[in-house]
């Protein structure tokens, strides 16, 4: 504890060192955004449709339109049919505008069913080469997509634009339909062609799929553009929301859906390598209002960082930038009169790049580099196992007669690694490349290039590093090993880059060296605010004789817990203590317990003595278990008697008690005298009265040979014989083998024949000879 408060006030006393230099590269790139694209959406208007499916239709296009990622996209919105007299065969409802516009909500209401004389037949390439013109003004380099929603087969009637002759139109057509495509690919435009309905032709739709450009993302299978059927338009929406994210290279989360009579709650899950989000809601009755809850229970309709549209209309969106992963929650509220199914989900995408890292950062051939990349978001380094899983990431070496694939493994705290040789001989420029390719990551590289054969370098350097898990306001050390080559004096520098909340600083930073090697350390305290859990920065020794040159580069990752509690640091002291306490009870309760059972009066028994000779019968206490006995003595008559008492009466009463220390008996008068009353001894009460006593736990005054010693009463006594079993009340002299005695156990009166062979003495009570 000591050492963490030093550690922590050293923090804070120490000053920004030569780390904080405006050269050195950012961990995490803040100019990481979701790249923009340019699309359109070619929604059918022939009559075929029904009203709840051009319903679905403009839905699905203000999703689209509404639901994007990146506010610099551009979207357009075409309505199509076939040409007629009245109208061309395409209705641009929504010219390319930038999906940050307010008038994209609203665009696709302006969608219908065309009537007979406004065209209301299938013209898809028509459509397609509308499409194909508004998406050549997208800047060059940004991805462009179509999609086409359609419940048919393309089919016009004579005189709408492909003659006047019926046999000849479908041929037309199909060559029409060739042009688009070729065009589309040309221009470089994805196509994702939607049917729904019994009357689609899915050969014709997988055509025009499988006409365009492939996708931007990837080789794999699962992205290149498709035709995608729908039994109804009651899929639609959920349908395009897939297409649109593999068509952007973006993942969707699973659709979760309710039917809301008041109140009801849906819930969409964000993975941790989610960097950019939206939250889309599709309501059959745009008054059901919304709430969004992130998974740590705040609102954030209105947060920093985020972006709520739609309001008040059957298409609502939520866009979060760097949304906490986990559960959100839609909190839906229909009001009276208000009901109807909704349906919520997420579009997203993890937007990071590779950052590739060799050492050592200047190799020479013939020996061995450590080939790393890591994957950085706007503000770190990603690190967490949850946000890396389904992450590939590949390396690539090429050079003057080199050219590898290299596999990278998975490390620790985010690191994709492989140790490579580079072959003996190489010279010129090498680059080691590293790509990343994930669901819902578009694939990002980067490129290290190093320069081979200018011969040994005249400085090298090496870190190691202690413990690297602190507390807030702790230190993690360094040291530095080092070997200069040349006669030059050469000054070597560790600089370190982490993120601006972990408050970090460097102490014992810069060291002048000269030829030789040895060896020295550093230290980087962090900030008593730090956050716990992982930071991860990089840490280079720098030649600053040699223009900043890399002798060496590392990323590490700094685990912070929060320092131990009360209970942390305590507990088993805590437990100790009461274990202890709980065992020093117990040795008092047991004392006290033994004490108590030794002052018991226990199975004793009194009897009168007159010259030395028994008289009467003997008497014993009420309860055994009490820690006195009382009785009467009364000597009004003949023999004298002692009567029981079942309490104290003041004035009359002796008291008998049995004194713990000993065990013996103590006596007190009805005057408060005390006498001690010894077993196998009588003691004078009055003139010629004496009063004795035995002990059935002690008779004879010593153990039986081969028995335990010590007795549950007296621990001052010895083990009571095993014969002489109890014996009731009234029964001879209690229990003994003398005839039934007239008076009751507790009277006198004549004393029974003791027999032949009985002594004057009655040993029967164990008293033996009389004193």
């Known amino acids: 504890m000591a050492c963490a408060v030093l550690l922590g006030a050293l923090a804070l006393a120490l000053i920004p060192g030569p780390a904080a230099r405006a050269a050195d590269p950012a961990v995490g790139d803040p100019g990481l955004k979701v790249a923009p694209i340019s699309y359109v959406v070619l929604a059918d208007e022939s009559g075929s449709l029904k009203g709840p499916d051009l319903d679905r239709e403009k839905d699905a296009a203000a999703l689209a339109a509404l639901g994007e990622l990146s506010p610099e996209s551009r979207v357009g919105v075409v ?3 076939s040409g007629s007299g009245v109208k061309p065969p395409v ?6 505008t930038a999906v940050s516009d307010p008038a994209v909500a609203t665009c696709a209401d302006k969608l219908h069913a065309r009537t007979d004389q406004e065209g209301n037949n299938t013209d898809i390439p028509a459509a397609i080469r509308q499409g194909v013109s508004m998406l050549r003004s997208a800047p060059a380099g940004q991805p462009k997509v179509l999609f086409v929603l359609t419940d048919g087969a393309m089919a016009v009637a004579p005189g709408e634009g492909y003659g006047t002759d019926a046999a000849r139109i479908p041929g037309e057509l199909d060559k029409a339909l060739t042009t688009a495509l070729t065009e589309a690919k040309a221009a470089g435009i994805q196509i994702w062609p939607l049917g729904f309905g019994s009357g689609i032709d899915a050969a014709q739709l997988n055509r025009i799929a499988d006409g365009g450009a492939p996708s931007i993302c990837s080789n794999r299978p699962e992205d290149k553009p498709k035709a995608i059927t729908v039994k109804d338009s009651g899929e639609v929406v959920q349908t395009l929301r897939k297409a649109f994210g593999t068509a952007r290279c973006a993942g969707v989360t699973q659709t979760d859906s309710t039917d809301v009579n008041g109140e009801a709650d849906l819930n969409v899950t964000i993975p941790a390598i989610a960097t950019d989000v939206v939250i889309q809601v ?3 009755n745009e008054h059901i209002e919304t709430t969004f809850f992130d998974p740590d229970g705040k609102q954030v309709d209105n947060a920093p960082g985020t972006e709520h549209r739609g309001q008040g209309s059957r298409t ?22 208000a009901s109807g199914p909704v349906s919520a989900a ?3 995408q993890g937007v990071v790049k590779s950052y590739v890292q060799l050492n050592p950062p200047q190799p020479t051939a013939g020996e061995p580099v450590k080939f790393s990349v890591f994957l950085q ?3 770190k380094n990603l690190t967490d196992p949850a946000a890396l899983k389904g992450v590939v990431v590949s390396g690539h070496i090429e050079g003057p007669g080199l050219k590898a694939d290299i596999p990278l493994r998975a490390g620790d705290k985010g690191e994709f690694f492989s140790d490579y040789r580079i072959p003996a001989g190489t010279t010129g420029q090498v680059s080691f490349t590293g790509t990343i390719t994930a669901p819902g990551v578009s694939g990002t590289r980067e490129v290290k290039a190093v320069t081979l054969g200018g011969g040994p370098a005249s400085a090298l350097a090496e870190i190691r590093w202690g413990d690297t898990t602190i507390e807030p306001g702790g230190s993690v050390a360094g040291t530095v090993s080092w070997k200069v080559n040349d006669t030059r004096p050469h000054t070597l520098r560790v600089v370190a880059d982490f993120p601006a909340d972990t408050g970090v600083r460097i102490t014992g930073a810069e060291q002048k060296v000269t030829a030789g090697s040895d060896e020295f350390g550093f230290k980087l305290a962090f900030g008593k605010n730090i956050a716990k859990g992982d930071h991860t920065g990089r840490v280079r020794v720098l030649d600053t004789t040699d223009g900043d040159k890399v002798l060496f580069e590392t990323t590490r990752t700094v685990t912070v817990e929060p320092p131990p509690g009360f209970w942390d640091r305590y507990l088993w002291m805590v437990i100790g203590a009461v274990v202890l306490i709980a065992l020093l009870l117990g040795l008092l309760g047991y004392l006290a317990r033994r004490r108590g059972r030794a002052r018991r009066i226990g199975p004793i028994a009194l009897r009168l003595y007159r010259d030395g000779q028994p008289i009467g019968v003997e008497t014993r206490p ?8 009382w009785f009467r003595l009364d000597t009004t008559g003949f023999p004298p008697q002692l009567i029981p008492l079942y ?13 713990a220390a000993t065990g013996t008996l103590d006596v007190e008068t009805p005057l408060g005298a005390h006498l001690h009353l010894d077993m196998g001894r009588s003691t004078e009460i009055e003139p010629g009265l004496a009063l004795g006593c035995t002990d059935d736990r002690v008779q004879g005054g010593s153990p039986t040979e081969g028995s335990a010693s010590g007795d549950p009463y007296n621990p001052y006594g010895s083990a009571a014989p095993t014969a002489a079993p109890p014996r009731p009340y009234g029964e001879g002299a209690y229990g003994s083998d003398q005839p039934y005695n007239p008076y009751g156990p507790y009277g006198s009166g004549p004393a029974s024949d003791p027999g032949p062979g009985a002594g004057p003495d009655d040993t029967t009570f164990g008293y033996g000879p009389p004193r």
Do not use: N, Y
């Open 346 to 348: 997420a579009l997203w």
């Open 622 to 629: 009420l309860d055994e278990r009490a820690e006195a006995m």
């Open 79 to 81: 309505g199509f049919g």
């Open 282 to 284: 599709q309501k059959a």
């Open 91 to 96: 209705d641009v409802v929504c010219p390319m």
């Open 316 to 337: 609502e969106t939520l866009r979060v930038t760097d949304p906490v992963a986990g559960k959100w929650r839609i909190h839906l509220k229909a009001p009276a009169g």
């Open 647 to 659: 309490q104290h009466e003041p004035g009359t009463s002796w008291i008998v008690r049995r004194t």
């Open 377 to 379: 978001t706007r503000e």
